[in-house]
């Protein structure tokens, strides 16, 4: 049987992802013949559909909200999939449905392009504890971060980070004192405070170190307030769209058996994309 050629994004709803766009680039610009949808299941109906994912001719699937616990759960995870406590890749492997979360490598990638060296500092601070922080964490743990400070709204979530990842993980008071920002050499905004119809982070930069770099995930708008508050005080920035664009590299390379390249290019088209909606 030939190899399927075909990828999906399984939410409910799955309207409002980009990644079709990204994949369809991909596919377009790689020559793979084949196509990337949009499925809209169910949560009832997500195992049956994830099941029978060969079936249906595809070689792997996104996965988003709400399914991304019960991706799973139903398949065989790796380590960062396990760690984070969900994924969002899912691929078939000689007939085993794998998965895997690409938010952490997304989000390390995104910096290591933007802001080279970033990870040479050993304190960072996380705003937020909510599912995409979780991946971040891991993420900046794996770096070898010495100390990654979490400030959340909801205490508990950030002690809950805690529990999960180790002593490395330390929550904080939320609103951020001066005093924990002046020693992270890296600031990420992991709320969704600051996107279009949410109240703005309101976070004060100026006691931040001159060699800090702000990092934010959120990419409507592309440019948040805070990003502008950190390229006015002259501060290394990486914004969400490049954590959106580099998590995507690894299902189409697990799927297509091609490692794509996010070049300025797909940024445009993406970028358009956001501007025009
Ligand atoms: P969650 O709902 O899991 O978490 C939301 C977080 O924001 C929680 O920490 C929550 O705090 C905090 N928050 C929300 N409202 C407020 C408020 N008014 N004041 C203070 N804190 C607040 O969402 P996700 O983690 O999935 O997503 C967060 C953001 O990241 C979204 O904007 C999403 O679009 C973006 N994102 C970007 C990605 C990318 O690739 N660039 C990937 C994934 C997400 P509390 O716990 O107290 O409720």
Request: glycine share 10%; with cysteine; net charge positive.
């Amino acid at each position: 049987m030939a190899a399927a050629r075909n990828a999906c994004v399984i939410g409910w709803p799955a309207g409002h992802s980009r990644s079709p766009l990204i994949h369809g680039y991909w596919m377009r610009r790689y020559g793979i013949g084949g196509e990337y949808r949009k499925e809209a299941v169910r949560p009832e109906d997500f195992a049956a559909f994830v099941g029978s994912l060969a079936a249906r001719g595809y070689a792997g699937a996104n996965v988003t909200l709400p399914h991304k616990e019960a991706a799973l759960a139903l398949s065989r995870p790796d380590e960062r999939a396990r760690a984070v406590g969900a994924a969002n890749t899912l691929w078939l492997d000689d007939g085993v449905l794998r998965s895997t979360n690409t938010d952490v490598e997304g989000f390390l990638a995104s910096l290591d392009a933007a802001a080279p060296g970033w990870d040479r500092a050993r304190t960072a601070l996380v705003l937020g504890a909510g599912g995409a922080a979780r991946g971040i964490v891991f993420g900046l743990l794996e770096r070898g971060f010495a100390e990654v400070h979490v400030a959340n709204r909801s205490p508990a979530r950030a002690q809950a980070l805690r529990a999960r990842f180790g002593e490395r993980v330390m929550p904080a008071a939320w609103p951020v004192s001066r005093d924990l920002l002046s020693c992270a050499g890296l600031v990420v905004n992991a709320t969704s405070l600051g996107m279009h119809g949410q109240p703005p982070l309101d976070l004060d930069l100026a006691p931040l170190r001159s060699d800090a770099v702000v990092a934010d995930i959120v990419y409507v708008p592309l440019v948040t307030p805070l990003l502008t508050a950190a390229r006015a005080r002259g501060l290394r920035t990486a914004d969400g769209l490049g954590m959106l664009l580099h998590q995507a590299v690894r299902g189409f390379s697990l799927w297509f058996g091609v490692t794509p390249a996010v070049t300025p290019e797909l940024r445009h088209v993406v970028e358009a994309d956001l501007l025009a909606s």
